[in-house]
């Protein structure tokens, strides 16, 4: 005698299994764009060109700060080479000069970007805080670069005994550095909060059990006007 093929009472018969079908881990990434998605892909290459133009553009940070950045005057003799003004703010000015552009690179470079993408995002102000940082230290070096030659030594033989020439343009202050990135974090944040998509508000249930005031008469067991209704036949 052979044992019956038919499962017993009450028990669904056995499914074939298919190993083959089942997904892997590759076949379910590939699906999803890879490990991170289109979607994130996509913020995060939008993050490198906006930081990589954002850093560009502190080339014009400083050909600014050169142009409109007071220079210490300096003077030499013979032997050495002197402040022409001892009590002299050009340093300081500079330092000011350069925090002024500074801020406001930071806030027009921000504000061209949100009117571009019009959304917020963490890639987003990764990529505005780094540009930012990096624009900041391109204007800086690109302003000692156009400014008188660090060289003082050659530059005085080159003026002359007593003859005022202008001082290397340098940055004392290299926390000033820092104000393009907070500059631009500050703008995202406020335009993202005063100009950025709205998301939908919750509905709110409504558990007065009536609608405007109304109660359902006929969802009611006694009728709609407060009387059982007649037995049928």
Known sequence: MTAPLTPPDNQPPEEPQHPEAAPTGHGSAAEHGGLLGPEAGRELREAALIALGVAVSGVLLGVLWNWLAPHVPLIADTRNVYLKNTEGEEAIGADGTFVLLSLGFGVLTTAAVFLFRRRGGIPLVVALVLGGLLGAALGWLTGMWLGPTADVVAHAKQAGPGVTFDGPLRL??????????????????????????????????????????????????????????????
């Open 172 to 233: 004392q202050a290299k926390g000033a550095l820092l104000a393009w990135p907070i500059a631009a974090m500050l703008t995202q944040l406020a335009l993202t909060g005063l100009f950025g998509p709205r998301d939908p508000e919750p509905e709110v249930p409504d558990w007065s059990g009536h609608d405007d005031g109304r109660y359902d008469a006929e969802a009611r067991p006694d009728g709609p006007h407060g009387q059982e209704p007649p037995p049928a036949g």
